[in-house]
């Protein structure tokens, strides 16, 4: 059956424009050491979004109106569920590949910085 799930998803990657997409994608085929999973952490890599804050996160927005929006108002700039989301199969991405990437740890600074006061995160679940 995952060898079935596997090929239904490789077969269509060409496809895959979104960031959000591009994330799960990307942490399914590593978890299942595909072989292209190299390809999709390629793109996932020129997905990210680099304020010069030394962070890195991915934005379900493709554009560089997340970054204006974050400079601008720093202190009271919230990211969209999904942006934390993303990250954190991004970073389960780059963790799973065991390669001790310079970027892991900017990764876990956005994530740290995006909990609420009771410590833990958003939701992208509807009630």
């Not at 995952?2 to 942490?27: G, P, R």
């Not at 993303?86 to 970027?103: I, P, Q």
């Not at 995006?114 to 009630?127: E, I, L, P």
Request: with cysteine.
């Amino acid at each position: 059956m995952a060898s079935k799930a596997l090929h239904c998803v490789t077969k269509n990657l060409d496809l895959i424009q979104d960031s959000y997409t591009t994330s799960l994608v990307t942490y399914a085929l590593v978890l299942a050491d595909h072989p292209k999973a190299e390809v999709m952490i390629s793109r996932l890599k020129n997905k990210t979004v680099s304020p010069n804050d030394g962070q890195i996160f991915w934005s379900a927005r493709n554009d560089k109106s997340v970054l204006i929006e974050k400079t601008r108002d720093d202190y009271n700039y919230k990211p969209a569920p999904a942006d934390v989301e993303m990250t954190g199969y991004a970073l389960l991405s780059y963790l799973k590949r065991k390669e001790l990437h310079k970027d892991i740890i900017k990764i876990v600074k956005w994530l740290s910085k995006q909990r609420n006061y009771y410590g833990g995160f958003s939701s992208t679940q509807v009630c």
